[in-house]
């Protein structure tokens, strides 16, 4: 099993995030491995795939993700 590109591990926290939030967690930590393996320092994200696309949510989002080391912008 190959392991997750930083692109693969995005899309499988738009799937999570959809999902209610299913597995969030091993999807936040698939992408931090994959971010130190190719060397990006934050994860882009496309707000519009969001379930919560407003202010609110992404500082909710961007908070989350800090708390477990990945800085998260929006393009």
């Known amino acids: 099993m190959t392991e997750a590109t930083v692109i693969e591990a995005i899309d499988a926290i ?7 939030n299913a597995d969030l967690d091993t999807h936040i930590a698939s992408l931090k491995k994959a971010m130190a393996r190719e060397g990006v320092k934050e994860a882009v994200f496309d707000p519009t795939k969001l379930a919560q696309n407003n ?3 992404r500082k909710t989002m961007q908070a989350y993700f800090r708390q477990r080391g990945v800085i998260v912008t929006f393009s």
């Open 55 to 57: 202010r609110s949510g």
């Open 14 to 20: 738009y799937v999570s995030l959809r999902s209610d």
